[in-house]
């Protein structure tokens, strides 16, 4: 939903649940969920993040110099930070920063970011494959530019590094994404109702991909 703000459209997504309140959140990458009860008009929810307009553009333009700040840091500086399961981190917080030059800096939090992701996935996949009832053939963690996991024909699973930079659910998402792959190759009708029977808001996981992917970067 686009709402527009006093000095600003933003782009939010809603989950509507059982809670009597209508409430905002605002994750460290900028993605705007609003929660509201079940069958809650639109114009309630455009008033609500209206009435908290201020907060909600306070909230983005930290997100935004933050980000805009990252990009100019070098690896060495002491103050830049790193996603990780969806937070910033020092990089002092993630890895060993002792007698080693940017390079080295740099391949050491590919290796973390390899070790963790590697580490998650293999943790959270067995829930989902009892509950998917299917078994892959192989499971590896790699390095790709433009897909954050895919399924082989002979049920062989890849996941993106840089997943490890996303929120655990997110994680979650591309893990049941390829999983529901074992079973339907195609991204058909059938695909996607055995992908929502899992993780019903599997849209809004898609959309932080597509928006913040690549702040989710070396």
């Known amino acids: 939903m686009k709402i527009q703000l006093e000095h600003r459209i933003i782009e939010c997504h809603v989950a509507y649940g059982p809670g009597r309140k209508i409430t905002i959140h ?88 390899f070790a963790s992701c590697k580490k998650i996935v293999s943790e959270r996949i067995p829930m989902y494959q009892k509950q998917l009832k299917v078994t892959p053939k192989s499971i590896e963690i790699v390095e790709s530019i433009t897909k954050w996991g895919s399924c082989s024909s002979n049920k062989q699973l890849t996941f993106n590094y840089r997943l490890a930079m996303a929120p655990i659910e997110v994680i979650d998402y591309v893990i049941v994404h390829e999983l529901c792959h074992l079973t339907h190759m195609n991204h058909d009708r059938s695909f996607w109702r055995r992908v929502g029977s899992v993780m019903p808001d599997y849209k809004e996981k898609e959309a932080f991909l597509a928006r913040y992917g690549q702040a989710m970067t070396l």
């Open 26 to 113: 605002i994750n460290p990458t900028g993605l705007i969920t609003v929660k509201a009860p079940n069958g809650t008009i639109d114009e309630r929810i455009e008033s609500a993040a209206r009435q908290h307009g201020e907060w909600i553009e306070k909230q983005l333009r930290a997100i935004e110099r933050a980000r805009e700040a990252q990009q100019i840091r070098e690896y060495d500086d002491e103050e830049r930070k790193f996603l990780h399961l969806g937070k910033y981190c020092l990089l002092s917080e993630l890895i060993d920063t002792a007698a080693a030059d940017e390079e080295e800096l740099r391949q050491r939090l590919k290796k973390f970011y």
